[in-house]
Every structure is written in C-alpha cells, then in structure tokens.
C-alpha cells in the first residue's frame, strides 16, 4: 500500500489572523491508522467509504471516513447509523476501529494480548476473551448484531460499554478513558486538528453557564458567589460572581480578577466578547505551532459545544496587570486544556476592540495521575 | 497458580473465621456526598450486606453469592444480574473490615461509590488488588457494580491548599511528560535529545540471577534475582535509542500512575515517578521511570536525571522505597 496516498493536505490557516507566516499545518493521515491501512488484505480502500474485506470476514463491512482531506477512521461496521446518531461518535468509532485491529490478529491469544495493552477489556456473560466459554471473537459479534438494549457509561476513569441481545447474553466492553486511546490522534496529530478547527469555528459562547442555584456565599472580598464544583483544588472552581446586591459582577477597576472570571465562565453580559480578542501563544508538541489570533467568543465557544467543563481561577498579579487560569476538562475522555490570560483593568474597561495575551497547553491527560502535588521533604 | 491463589486465600480465610467468626462482615460508610440522610442509611446498608455477602460466599465455597431474601431487595434485577455475572468470572471478596467512601452524585440523581478494595480471585498477581465502583439508584438499591481501572485520587487533595499557579506549574509537568511519550511513540529521536540535557546522569536498572553456587544452601532458599544498576551517557542512550527505533516498526508506551513531586527549596526542580508500559513489535516490558525535570526556562525544560527500574524481581513487585524518586537525590 503506497502510503503517500494518505498524506494529502496542507491547510493554511486564514480563518483566523496568524501571527506568523510559518503557522502553516500539514495535515496527514494519523500514523495509526497510517498502519493499519497498510496492513489490511483488500486491494482496493476508497479514502471514505465502505469496503469489503473477505481475508478479514466475510460478514463484517468495512468503512473509511475522512477529515481535513485525509483518511482518519478505519473502522468495522457494528453498529448502525441510529445508534451511531444516539452515543458518543467518539466511543463507537473507537470500537469499530478496535474490532478491526482485533481482526487482523491470526488468534484469540494475539487478539486478548492487544487488548491487554490498550487496557480494554471484552467481557461476554462474565468472561473476559480467551477465557471460559469466550474463546473467539466472533461470540461478541453475535451480541452486538442482535442487540436489545445497549447502554455507555462515561464520567470515571473507565467507560463501560453494556449490550445485551435478545436472548439475554451480556457483553461488556470496558475502556480507558483516556484521549490517547479513544482518538485515532497522538497529541501532535490532535493539537494540529484543534488549531485548524479553532480557525474554522463559526459558534460563539451561546449561552450563560450560571451554576443552577441560589445559595449565595458571601467571600471575603465583600462579594457573593454562586458555588459551584472545584476541579481539583478548592482554589479552581466554576464560581459565578455577584455584587452585593446580588446582580452578576462587572466591575473591571474593582474586581478585575472576578469580572474576567465571569467573561470566562460565561456570566458576563457575552455581548462584551465580540471586541476582544485573544493573542494565544499554544504550548503545543515541539512548539510546532505559531501564535495565533481569535476572536474570545469563537474560542470559548468552540470548547462549550466540544462539551468541555470550565472551571477558573487567579493565578496572579504583576502590578497592574492580572492573570487568570480558564482550566477546560473533558469528562468523557479525561483530560485538559488550559488557557491563561494575561490582561489590565482598563482593556477589560475598553469598549473598542482589545487583545489580550494568553497561553495555550492541550490535550493534557488527566486519567493516569495518581499523585499531582508530592512535596519533597528533604 | 489462581487455583493456589484461591485456597491460599480460602485457607487463610477459613483459619481466620475459627479466631473470629464475624470477620467476614464488612462496615461500610459514606463519608460525605450525599446530603439525603436516607439514601446515605441506604447505600450503606446496601454496599456492607455485598461486601459481606462476598466474603461469605468465599469462605463458604459457594458458587454463586447468596443473599437472605430481605437483602435481594438491596440489589435491582440490572445490578443482581451483574453481581452474577462478576462472580462468573471470578470469586471475589473485600480484604478490609471497614471501608469508608465518599458518594459522588451524578446529575440523574443516581450515586457512585468509587475506590472499595476487593481481591479477584481469579486474577493473576498483577491484577487480583483491584477496585470496585458500585453505582445506586435513587433508592440506594445497587444499579451497577464495576471494576475501576487505576483510579487516579483526586478526591484525596480536593482541600488541600494548593494555588492555582502551582496547579498550572504542575500541569505543566504532566503536559511535558506526555509530549515526551508521544516522541518515543513517533520515534522523534531529535524531541528526545533536545530535552536531555547535555550531562544527564541516566541510570538503567536490569533484573540478574544470582550464581546459586556461590551461595550458602540458606541463600539459596532465597532470592536468587537482583536488580543490577548501569550508568549510561546522553549519548550511549541515544544511540541505543536510535537502533531500538529503527529494529520496531511500532512502539505503544503508555504511562501510568504519575506522580509529581517539587523540589523544597528550587521551584523550577520537580520529580516524576511513573508506571511505563513498553510495547513494541519485538519486545515488550513494565517498569518504574523516574524523570528529575529543571523547569528554570520554562518553554523548554530539561531532563537532567532518567532512571528506568523493573517492576518487579524474585517474582515480587518492587517495594515502594526500593522506586526512584526525588527524595532519594541531593541536590
């Protein structure tokens, strides 16, 4: 398989204003599925499409989709389209490419080898594959392809995929939650795709992500907040601030500090947003990327429709000039992306259009942390 | 081996059962989360009566847990079900006597319990320490019971006082780690020497028999496998590196457990221990890697200190204080 066939597009970002005429992007086929287009038995694999694979099964079709111009999805064809419509793309996506991963393994023994080194786990009526009466692959197709009932759990650290067909077998497939399994990206492949869909993101901030109560707590600033959760350290949280009188915060030359925290969360007036801009500098794989500038409102607004979490907080002040931290956290595939402003009370204060400098790091995983804040004692 | 496991574990069980018969009774309690008192009470009830019922039904042989018919009510047919189907694959039973948990409850109005210790029985020795999620319904009944992979235990700092800026400066760490094992799966040799300082002291630790004829007869009852430490120059590592990256065709790391742990006195010095999981196309292995990582220039920070340890030797994993960390370097 020649492989320069998947390697195809260069996107030159101009949806959005470059700072520098190298942040240009290639955009190739991810390396992952790179590999396994080259080790698939079938001649002909249209770029997006369906195909046929006998050498892999005769039963099963086989799809390729494309995005960004390139191949990026190799994938069995398990479910259908209704289903695919209902859950997570993300997830289903990752178990039709699994299962095709698993296909070009000769035998059970190499297929429960690959599957111990993603951490996945199939389990059919309590067994997990090549143990008990769960001695081929095939016995989990059976399910799927007379399902009744199937349900996906997210939000932990494992994501439980449940079916159970109509005779009442079970078939569990267990997954890491982690960005580096479920995408078919490694970081770098990932960042590059981020970018480019940034520039292309036409959905701003849409709504106010007020946390739903009124119990209001008084800080000791003379200010009442709605609390929300905190994201790892009580100091990070998804607070929305309010001035005594109860009305939401907006007071730049007093409370520079909350007032950005509430642009960030949302809970300022986002009329606001459309005249600022953010100068963000990412902190990507190899620094590959150039900074880049863009409108605040597609920026946050690209990431709320993404389904990110966000929760802020003050990282500081040097003079004048203040600093906050927007934490972004996927809950279904566990990790993060952290911006932090830099700006001064009168660009906030401004009417007309301001640019405030800001740091960019991605795709930070969240999933395999056991201890973040170790001191050492000696 | 999981046979051995099992009677060892069910021997042990029995024995202790004569010295006290109600040590198979687990308490378990919630310990914040839940503001409904009875959805608390009942989620209590529910998580003791099953981990008690496992320890039971271990001592006892039975093949199936069993439940006094008032306590089925603890279980919805969903949850039973998966009970059942759990216990298929393997017998299990909590190793403790009291388990204390917080409750996260989740925006349906259902509750998870996460972190509950349990053994697998029939796991190897890798996987038989493992921990339960128990997820209840909205009448404290138990909906779902799973297995958690490595839980990372952010409940355990949520109040420590810990400021934002050192939770970006950290994050930071964890961003650099996580580019530095996605260079060894592209193969970036050039990412890896960039970030390496010139004089980085990398230590590479290998598992040795010991020659049992040089050893007295009571030595050799013993540990007969020892873990032997080679010091390596930045550039003995990238070359070997290099001929690694060219003989596979495929390399998969994969991290795992990281901690990260600051420097007292130099803020820009921090340490990460972690779990390395080694596949590829020839050779695959598991292992503790230490990284001491100078943060003083901040957009390009510098490994100064590698260490690589096998988990595990004389067929035991490595001890906890035997694993590289900060603490064990003066600087």
Known sequence: ?378 | MRIQHFLLTATLALFTVAANAQLDVVKFNVEDGISDTKLKAGIEQSASKLLSALNATVIAGKSKVKLEKEDELLFTKDGRKCLDEMWASSAMMCPVSQVTEKGITLQNGTVQVRNVPITLLAADDDNCEQELVLCFNSQGQIDNIMIALEEHRYLDVINAQISVKDFHRRQAIIDFVENFRTAYNRKDIDYINNVFSDNALIITGKVVKIDKKRQDLTQQSLNNEQIQYQKSTKEEYINNLKRCFKNNSYINLVFDEIEVMRHPRRDDIFGVTLKQHWNSSNYSDVGYLFLMINFEDEMNPCIQVRTWQPDKYNGKPLPRDEVFSLDMFSI
């Not at chain 1, 982690?178 to 981020?194: G, I, M, T, W």
């Open chain 1, 1 to 378: 398989m020649n492989r320069l066939r998947y390697i195809l597009a260069y996107v030159l970002l101009t949806s959005f204003s470059v700072l520098s005429a190298q942040n240009v992007i290639e955009i190739k086929t991810p390396e992952r599925i790179a590999r396994m287009l080259e080790s698939m038995p079938a001649n002909e694999i249209p770029q997006s499409g369906e195909f046929q694979c006998a050498p892999l099964s005769s039963t099963i079709m086989f799809y390729t989709e494309s995005r960004y111009g390139v191949t990026d999805q190799l994938g069995a064809r398990l479910f259908s389209d209704g289903i695919r419509k209902a859950y997570d793309p993300v997830i289903i996506s990752f178990v039709e490419r699994l299962w095709v991963e698993l296909l070009l393994r000769k035998t059970t023994a190499s297929q429960a080898s690959l599957l111990k080194e993603y951490g996945v786990r199939i389990v059919l009526g309590g067994y997990p594959l090549g143990s008990g009466s769960f001695t081929q692959l095939g016995q989990a197709l059976d399910v799927i392809n007379s399902l009744s009932s199937l349900s996906i759990t997210t939000g932990g650290n494992e994501i439980d995929m449940f079916m159970r067909d109509k005779t009442g077998s079970t078939l569990h497939i267990y997954i890491p939650a982690s960005r580096d399994l479920l995408f078919p990206y490694d970081k770098k492949e990932h960042e590059e795709r981020l970018i480019i869909d940034l520039a292309s993101n036409k959905t701003a901030f849409y709504k106010q992500t007020v946390p739903e109560s009124t119990d209001f707590i008084k800080t000791d600033n003379g200010l009442m907040v709605i609390g929300g959760e905190c994201y790892m350290i009580d100091s990070l949280r998804n607070d929305v601030f309010y001035s005594q009188d109860r009305h939401i915060l907006w007071d730049p030359k007093s409370y520079p500090e909350e007032s950005m925290r509430n642009i960030l969360m949302g809970a300022a007036n986002t009329g606001r947003l459309s005249g600022v801009f953010l100068e963000i500098m990412p902190h990507t794989y190899n620094r590959d990327i150039s900074k880049f500038r863009i409108q605040m409102n597609l920026f946050m607004g690209y990431l709320q429709q993404q389904g990110f979490r966000f929760y802020t907080g003050d990282i500081g002040r040097d003079g004048n000039r203040c600093q906050c931290l927007l934490a972004m956290y996927h809950p279904v595939y566990n990790y993060l992306h952290i911006l932090s402003v830099s700006f001064t009370p009168d660009q906030l204060e401004s009417t007309g259009e301001v640019t405030l400098k800001a740091d960019l790091s991605t795709f930070i995983p969240q999933h395999n942390i056991k201890n973040l804040f170790q001191e050492k004692n000696n």
